[in-house]
């Protein structure tokens, strides 16, 4: 099928780098899978099926087993795995909705077999593989995604190129790493039908997936989950391409974590790298992102909980406990179950082990640790050196502690069947998970759930007790584990001795605990919740305009009400030059001028267009700020007939020889007595921020500050002065980076409506409104102005043209991009102005009296 997106997109994403060149080109594009049962030669191939209900799971294995069967057609026999996630979480899906799978094989197929096993595939499990050439794969997976991602997402910085298992950025692997990517994208574009289908996405194999799958289709509707950690942003900014990487995630619509330190250390990246702030409502956390909610889901993944019912009452497993029960008679059977990775803790486990056996000599010939190595799914010198250190710590301990028939130390180096783990987990008094970092680790899970229903076990048997190490994902769940910090040696001795030693009905209280838990927060639930949210955080895609902006992975959807578009200078110019009576509202900070610009006074061709506006007769211009009254009027001093309303309205003047008017509705201003107190405290304790004393108010900012220490400082100012002004005639906002304390009354919407007021019983009532502005306190105004034109006893207003500045969510129903884009809309007005002496009559009436 031919792809829809851009046939440079890599190179776009790379630059002009050179070792584009050099990394792996993809194969032709594969074909769709009608031609793929034609070059098959199956003549029966169905007919197209009535479309219905579909979830894509995209993970980087398909959940399949392949074994040699040189009687089948392609030379494989497939079946399930049914130990597979992405398998498992089939059971909380719709029962209604057909489930496809995307993914690759873990056998390598011969490219003159691809058609036939993605027919097979696709016929007999609705999988659709994808098939990566070997050196491209080994690149992506064994260089980028295991030898550089997955070590840094565990923190393991790669300080040099022989540091333990991390890699230096290198960018040919990550250019693997998109083509791989791309891939995936290709494929599953093929079967996609993106108005109805939803996406579900898992872990950081496939990171830049989103960003492919969007800019084939901006109304996809796309789930991504993490199964690794999330590093703190400390970490994840020594990424070289780690706006790339994040603006890919933004590209899904939900993205979800096992804990919550993961998404906050997400959340915090998107906001000192990109300049994003979240909201939490109603439960669910939101980042605004050109117009979409991208929400960010907290839940751990849980178990198959009718599986471990199974294997836990096979008979294979039935008795094989009774084999380990008569073996380790006697003996209090300790079990470690962990992956050959850097990051299990193996190591300093036995060493933990070799300190308990030593302190307590009592625990000399009947405690045993079983620890049971999984194959490593990596390759590398790292893998090698824990093997060699496992080893060697295990050789030390049995040689010094052991006896004749008594080993304290089991090491199991092979694969282990599935039955024979669960017996093993049915018989330990004791699980102990010390990984130094580990996304979730279900082993605490699975030794509960088959400590609970082994039936080989005596009721009275039906406890346990678990150490687990506090940097595992799934350690805020287990509430009744005994949490240990897996570098203290010495503490996680003393932990495996009070797991040995606590006393029966502690366990069994500890035990119950955890299986209530474990099983109403199963796999199906997971997936039922994670499918629920993806839903929901989709359900307006249909009632938003879309369209994609950026090039490579920057690339990103601007999402927008039907209603809300961009103000052309050709559309607000006819308007203009059709009306006599206009009112122009604009804003400064921010719309005027950048919020970025260091001097903040207006340049030369700021002064130069609004005399320009000024100028004409017609118009009545008023600039509507926050700032002061005594600034204000210096920098706009050039402008006679320029309108200024100050401090959000509280100081009013008509023209530059007018007097300053206060509104005068707080003669008051002892709670300021009270307010400054509290704000320099916060602002002593926060680098960065200031105080910034107005007549009528006060107000803090914290931009220059820490972006997380900065809000979570705003937060805490804010609910204090609530608490200590709640008798005073104030109000107290947050603006953007600011906390604002204004006597009550006093908004940028009050200026509106006197203005359009004073207009009306002037006799001039405005047939054109234009006004622009960019932050929070100018809703306001454009709410003000909603609200005046939807009243049936005010004149109607021709033309109205309400502007936020920025492609955000407002309640304006234009937008401009930016002030370079202000400036010029304003700069057209004024070119359009038809130039005519000023009329005597021209509005000099008083602000206060209109009020």
């Given at each position: 099928m031919p792809?829809?997106?851009s046939?440079n997109?890599?190179?776009?994403a790379?630059g002009?780098?050179?070792?584009?060149?050099a990394?792996?080109?993809?194969?032709?594009?594969?074909?769709r899978?009608?031609?793929d049962?034609?070059?098959t030669?199956i003549d029966?191939?169905?007919?197209s099926?009535?479309h219905?209900?579909r979830?894509?799971?995209?993970?980087?294995?398909?959940p399949?087993r392949?074994a040699p069967d040189?009687?089948?057609?392609?030379g494989?026999?497939?079946?399930?795995d049914?130990?597979?996630?992405?398998?498992?979480l089939?059971s909380?899906l719709?029962?209604?909705?057909?489930v496809?799978?995307v993914?690759?094989?873990?056998?390598?197929v011969?490219?003159?077999?691809?058609a036939?096993?993605?027919?097979?595939?696709y016929?007999r499990?609705?999988c659709l593989p994808?098939?990566?050439?070997?050196?491209?794969?080994?690149r992506?997976y064994?260089g980028f995604c295991k030898?550089y991602?997955?070590?840094?997402?565990?923190y393991?910085?790669?300080l040099?190129p022989?540091?333990l298992?991390?890699?230096p950025?290198?960018?040919?692997?990550w250019?693997s790493?998109l083509?791989a990517?791309?891939l995936?994208?290709?494929r599953l574009?093929?079967?996609l039908?993106?108005?109805d289908d939803?996406?579900?996405?898992?872990?950081y194999h496939l990171?830049?997936?989103?960003t492919?799958?969007?800019?084939?289709s901006?109304?996809?509707?796309?789930?991504f989950?993490l199964?690794s950690?999330?590093p703190?942003?400390?970490i994840?900014?020594?990424?070289p391409v780690?706006e790339?990487?994040?603006?890919?995630?933004?590209?899904a619509d939900l993205?979800?974590?096992?804990?919550?330190d993961?998404a906050?250390?997400?959340?915090?990246s998107?906001s000192?790298?990109l300049?994003?702030d979240?909201?939490?409502?109603?439960?669910?956390?939101?980042i605004?992102y050109?117009?979409?909610?991208v929400?960010?889901k907290?839940?751990?993944?849980?178990?198959?909980?009718?599986q471990?019912?199974?294997?836990i009452?096979?008979p294979e497993?039935?008795a094989k406990v009774?084999?380990?029960?008569?073996k380790?008679?006697?003996?209090i059977l300790?079990?470690?179950?962990?992956?050959?990775?850097?990051f299990k803790?193996i190591?300093?486990?036995?060493?933990?082990?070799?300190q308990?056996?030593?302190?307590h000599?009592?625990?000399?010939?009947r405690a045993?640790?079983v620890?049971?190595?999984?194959?490593?799914?990596?390759?590398?010198?790292?893998v090698?050196?824990?093997?060699d250190?496992?080893?060697?710590?295990?050789?030390?301990i049995?040689?010094?502690?052991g006896?004749?028939?008594?080993?304290?130390?089991v090491m199991?180096?092979?694969?282990?069947q599935?039955y024979?783990?669960?017996?093993?987990y049915?018989?330990?008094e004791c699980c102990?998970?010390n990984p130094?970092?580990?996304?979730?680790?279900?082993v605490?899970?699975?030794?509960t759930v088959?400590r609970q229903?082994?039936?080989?076990?005596?009721e009275?048997s039906?406890?346990?007790?678990?150490v687990?190490?506090?940097?595992?994902?799934c350690?805020p769940?287990?509430s009744?584990a005994?949490?240990?910090?897996?570098?203290n040696?010495n503490a996680?001795?003393?932990?495996?001795?009070?797991a040995?030693?606590m006393?029966e009905?502690?366990?069994?209280?500890r035990?119950?605990?955890h299986?209530k838990y474990?099983?109403?927060?199963?796999v199906?639930?997971?997936?039922?919740?994670?499918?629920?949210?993806?839903?929901?955080?989709?359900?307006?895609?249909f009632h938003r305009r879309?369209?994609?902006i950026?090039?490579?992975?920057?690339?990103?959807v601007?999402a927008l009400?039907?209603s809300f578009?961009?103000?052309s200078v050709?559309h607000?110019?006819?308007?203009?030059q059709k009306t006599?009576?206009r009112l122009?509202?604009?804003?400064?900070?921010?719309?005027m001028m950048?919020?970025s610009?260091?001097?903040?006074k207006?340049s030369?061709?700021v002064?130069?267009?609004?005399?320009?506006?000024?100028?004409d007769p017609?118009?009545v211009?008023f600039l509507v700020?926050?700032r002061g009254?005594?600034e204000l009027g210096?920098w706009?001093a050039?402008?006679?007939k320029?309108?200024i309303?100050?401090?959000?309205g509280?100081f009013?003047r008509?023209?530059?020889?007018?007097?300053?008017?206060?509104c005068?509705?707080a003669a008051d201003?002892?709670?300021?007595?009270?307010?400054?107190?509290v704000?320099?405290?916060?602002?002593e304790?926060?680098?960065?921020?200031?105080i910034?004393p107005?007549e009528s108010?006060l107000v803090?900012?914290?931009?220059?500050?820490?972006?997380d220490?900065g809000?979570?400082?705003?937060?805490?100012?804010?609910?204090h002065l609530?608490n200590v002004l709640?008798?005073?005639?104030?109000?107290?906002k947050r603006?953007?980076?600011?906390?604002e304390?204004?006597?009550?009354?006093?908004s940028k919407g009050?200026?509106?409506?006197?203005?359009?007021a004073?207009?009306l019983?002037?006799?001039k009532p405005?047939?054109?409104?234009l006004?622009?502005?960019?932050?929070?306190?100018d809703e306001d105004m454009?709410?003000?102005?909603?609200?005046?034109?939807n009243?049936p006893?005010?004149?109607?207003?021709?033309?109205?043209?309400a502007c936020t500045?920025?492609q955000?969510?407002?309640k304006?129903?234009?937008?401009?991009?930016?002030t370079v884009?202000?400036?010029k809309?304003l700069?057209?007005?004024?070119n359009a102005s038809?130039?005519?002496?000023p009329?005597p009559t021209?509005l000099?009436?008083?602000?206060e009296g209109?009020?």
């Amino acid at each position: 099928m031919p792809s829809f997106s851009s046939a440079n997109l890599l190179e776009l994403a790379a630059g002009d780098d050179s070792d584009f060149a050099a990394s792996p080109r993809r194969p032709p594009i594969l074909p769709r899978l009608m031609a793929d049962a034609a070059a098959t030669g199956i003549d029966d191939a169905p007919a197209s099926p009535v479309h219905r209900e579909r979830r894509i799971i995209v993970t980087h294995r398909l959940p399949l087993r392949a074994a040699p069967d040189p009687s089948a057609a392609c030379g494989f026999a497939f079946s399930w795995d049914h130990d597979a996630v992405a398998l498992q979480l089939r059971s909380g899906l719709p029962p209604t909705a057909e489930v496809m799978h995307v993914g690759t094989l873990a056998t390598p197929v011969d490219p003159a077999q691809h058609a036939a096993v993605s027919w097979i595939l696709y016929d007999r499990f609705r999988c659709l593989p994808v098939f990566i050439p070997a050196d491209l794969h080994r690149r992506f997976y064994h260089g980028f995604c295991k030898h550089y991602l997955w070590p840094l997402f565990h923190y393991l910085l790669p300080l040099s190129p022989s540091s333990l298992g991390g890699l230096p950025f290198d960018r040919s692997l990550w250019l693997s790493y998109l083509s791989a990517n791309k891939l995936f994208a290709d494929r599953l574009i093929e079967l996609l039908n993106p108005d109805d289908d939803l996406v579900w996405i898992h872990d950081y194999h496939l990171l830049a997936l989103p960003t492919f799958l969007r800019r084939r289709s901006p109304r996809v509707k796309l789930g991504f989950f993490l199964h690794s950690p999330f590093p703190s942003s400390e970490i994840f900014r020594t990424i070289p391409v780690r706006e790339e990487l994040l603006r890919a995630l933004l590209n899904a619509d939900l993205v979800g974590f096992h804990t919550f330190d993961y998404a906050r250390h997400f959340l915090s990246s998107c906001s000192r790298l990109l300049g994003l702030d979240y909201q939490s409502k109603r439960g669910y956390i939101g980042i605004e992102y050109y117009g979409r909610t991208v929400t960010v889901k907290i839940l751990p993944v849980g178990i198959d909980m009718g599986q471990h019912e199974f294997v836990i009452s096979s008979p294979e497993t039935t008795a094989k406990v009774q084999e380990l029960q008569a073996k380790y008679k006697d003996k209090i059977l300790m079990l470690g179950v962990d992956d050959v990775d850097l990051f299990k803790g193996i190591g300093m486990k036995l060493l933990a082990v070799e300190q308990l056996l030593e302190e307590h000599p009592r625990l000399r010939g009947r405690a045993v640790m079983v620890q049971i190595a999984n194959p490593a799914r990596s390759e590398g010198k790292d893998v090698q050196e824990v093997r060699d250190e496992v080893e060697s710590i295990s050789k030390r301990i049995n040689e010094r502690f052991g006896r004749p028939g008594y080993e304290p130390i089991v090491m199991i180096n092979r694969t282990v069947q599935t039955y024979e783990k669960a017996a093993f987990y049915a018989v330990a008094e004791c699980c102990v998970v010390n990984p130094v970092r580990d996304g979730m680790n279900l082993v605490p899970y699975q030794y509960t759930v088959c400590r609970q229903q082994s039936p080989a076990l005596a009721e009275a048997s039906k406890k346990s007790i678990i150490v687990v190490s506090e940097f595992v994902g799934c350690s805020p769940s287990l509430s009744g584990a005994i949490r240990v910090n897996p570098w203290n040696v010495n503490a996680v001795a003393e932990a495996i001795n009070l797991a040995i030693t606590m006393p029966e009905t502690e366990k069994q209280l500890r035990h119950e605990k955890h299986y209530k838990y474990v099983s109403s927060h199963d796999v199906a639930y997971w997936a039922k919740s994670f499918d629920l949210d993806l839903q929901r955080a989709c359900k307006d895609h249909f009632h938003r305009r879309c369209w994609g902006i950026g090039f490579g992975m920057s690339f990103r959807v601007v999402a927008l009400a039907p209603s809300f578009r961009k103000l052309s200078v050709e559309h607000i110019a006819s308007a203009y030059q059709k009306t006599n009576s206009r009112l122009i509202l604009l804003d400064y900070d921010g719309t005027m001028m950048p919020q970025s610009s260091i001097d903040k006074k207006p340049s030369s061709e700021v002064i130069s267009v609004l005399n320009g506006l000024c100028s004409d007769p017609k118009n009545v211009v008023f600039l509507v700020s926050g700032r002061g009254k005594d600034e204000l009027g210096k920098w706009f001093a050039p402008c006679e007939k320029l309108g200024i309303s100050a401090e959000h309205g509280y100081f009013t003047r008509w023209s530059k020889d007018a007097p300053w008017e206060s509104c005068m509705l707080a003669a008051d201003f002892d709670w300021k007595k009270i307010a400054e107190p509290v704000m320099r405290l916060y602002m002593e304790a926060t680098d960065g921020s200031s105080i910034e004393p107005k007549e009528s108010g006060l107000v803090w900012h914290h931009q220059e500050a820490d972006p997380d220490f900065g809000s979570w400082q705003a937060k805490e100012l804010l609910d204090h002065l609530e608490n200590v002004l709640a008798n005073e005639p104030v109000a107290v906002k947050r603006g953007q980076h600011i906390v604002e304390v204004n006597p009550q009354g006093i908004s940028k919407g009050k200026v509106v409506e006197n203005l359009l007021a004073t207009m009306l019983n002037t006799g001039k009532p405005p047939d054109f409104v234009l006004c622009i502005g960019d932050d929070r306190s100018d809703e306001d105004m454009f709410e003000s102005i909603s609200s005046y034109t939807n009243n049936p006893s005010h004149p109607a207003i021709a033309e109205v043209f309400a502007c936020t500045v920025g492609q955000k969510p407002s309640k304006a129903k234009y937008y401009l991009d930016d002030t370079v884009d202000v400036i010029k809309m304003l700069q057209g007005l004024a070119n359009a102005s038809a130039v005519q002496p000023p009329r005597p009559t021209q509005l000099q009436v008083s602000f206060e009296g209109s009020l």
